[in-house]
């Protein structure tokens, strides 16, 4: 194959650029510019001050009956599989101006619970909460992940006919904060606002239900669609019942820089950072293609998690076309729990296709993880054959990902690099296309799981 006139593009894998060569025809898909924030601290503090639809974070501690410094606060975070720059002790980060808000209207930091909000996610560890929050936080505050199986949940109500527990940290606190990232969500629309309370705090059950075939398999429960999607209507319902008190959002442009604040009401706020992400992240493309080269950003921290970026090719990829992509899965657990690897297991063991059916059969019980399944369905309904998922990473063993519901990037390199993996994955792709159609079209989403192409209407 003569390459001489390919051009090089960044594809991003972990805390890497690796430079990687594509048929100069290649498409890049990109978010839209978005300047990042000048003087990101002083409008952070800018936008916690002025919240938008709510009251300031002074007025909400004026008007308990308590005095402040006997008054307690949660504020509820997210956990690493989301890059929100909390940016631990420095004032460019959206958590230290909040609890020296906080301080100053006389909240004692032995009242102030910082709770991750990991939903059904593994713990995070101390290492983790050390580098995103700063020693002189995590040895200051109380911090926890919350435990979706833990007994001691507060039952909140049983909303449309699900009884709903939440963390009881959260419910018992006077005061209720949530923080996170507003960004593109392959089944909520987009994450941030609400999610920090459902799933990210409540009992497992009532996720299971949350991520259920019906709520999964509605064609509403997409990318920035939340009209009528029941994963983001079910979650708002709870977390306007568990009552959140004031909202921290952000936003980040392509550079992945900090470009929006958003505080406030916890509607208003998350509503205004979902517009400019919609915004920003919807890329109308004329055409399907026959290649889609993604990465999984940092949000692939295992196969898991993956998922979203390859179900992110699907609106623009051909039907059997080929998705290659490139997920660094530097987790301790690479692939994902327990019950997700069985369930892939079981994937691949049954008729391709019948997977949704069987859980939605009258005797199948609920197995947590099984939803991600539902979606690499949805995806090889798409992509046809796992071989039309060329899966390049260094993070799974190699005997392990040729198990895995893809063709091993392993397969097509003789040293196990991950640069040259993407690169031998690129030539195959388009020579295995070309020699079947004559000729092949490309497409390389630069941002990943962050930007959702889609075809024009």
Not at 132 to 159: K, Q, V, W
Not at 180 to 208: D, Q
Not at 445 to 455: D, I, W
Request: glycine letters at 8%; proline letters at 5%.
């Amino acid at each position: 194959m003569d390459t001489s006139s390919w051009k090089n593009i960044g594809l991003q894998y972990r805390d890497e650029i690796l430079n990687i060569e594509v048929p100069e025809w290649c498409d890049i898909l990109t978010l839209k510019e978005q300047p990042a924030l000048i003087n990101a601290g002083d409008q952070i503090k800018k936008a916690l001050l002025n919240p938008i639809g709510g009251r300031k974070i002074s007025d909400i501690i004026a008007s308990q009956k308590k005095h402040p410094s006997r008054l307690s606060v949660a504020i509820t975070v997210s956990d690493n599989t989301r890059p929100v720059p909390y940016n631990g002790e420095k004032e460019d980060g959206i958590l230290l101006p909040l609890l020296k808000l906080l301080e100053k209207a006389g909240i004692s930091d032995s009242n102030i619970y910082i709770i991750i909000g990991t939903g059904t996610h593994v713990p995070t560890s101390d290492q983790w909460k050390e580098a995103a929050f700063g020693a002189g936080i995590t040895d200051r505050y109380r911090i926890m992940d919350h435990d979706c199986n833990s007994p001691d949940l507060c039952f909140l109500s049983e909303i449309d006919g699900i009884p709903v527990r939440v963390n009881r940290q959260f419910m018992k606190s006077d005061i209720r904060i949530t923080t996170g990232l507003v960004e593109p969500h392959f089944m909520a629309g987009v994450s941030g606002g609400r999610k920090a309370v459902c799933p990210g705090l409540i009992n497992v059950e009532a996720t299971n239900v949350f991520h259920g075939p019906g709520f999964v398999g509605n064609p509403n429960a997409d990318s920035l669609i939340l009209e009528k999607n029941p994963c983001h209507e079910f979650s708002l319902k709870v977390a306007l019942k568990a009552r959140v008190d004031f909202n921290v959002n952000v936003t980040l442009n392509r550079e992945m820089s900090l470009s929006g604040v958003f505080a406030g009401d916890l509607e208003g706020s998350h509503r205004e950072a979902f517009e400019m992400i919609r915004d920003s992240s919807l890329i109308q493309v004329d055409h399907e293609y026959d290649i889609v080269l993604t990465h999984g950003g940092g949000v692939a921290i295992n196969h898991y998690q993956s998922a979203k970026a390859a179900c992110g090719a699907v609106p623009v990829l051909k039907n059997g076309g080929t998705v290659i992509l490139a997920a660094h899965n530097s987790d301790a657990e690479p692939v994902g729990k327990e019950n997700y690897k069985k369930l892939l297991k079981l994937y691949v063991e049954k008729e391709r296709g019948k997977f949704t059916d069987l859980i939605s059969s009258v005797g199948w019980q609920f197995v947590p993880d099984q939803w991600e399944i539902q979606k690499w369905e949805q995806f090889f309904r798409k992509a046809g054959s796992f071989d039309n998922l060329i899966y390049c990473t260094t993070g799974i063993k190699p005997e392990i990902l040729r198990n895995l519901p893809c063709k091993s990037g392993y397969d097509l390199t003789v040293t196990g690099d991950i640069t040259e993996m993407v690169q031998h994955a690129v030539a195959y792709a388009v020579d295995r296309t070309e020699r079947v159609t004559g000729r092949s079209t490309m497409a390389f989403v630069k941002e990943g799981p962050y930007a959702v192409p889609v075809l024009k209407t």
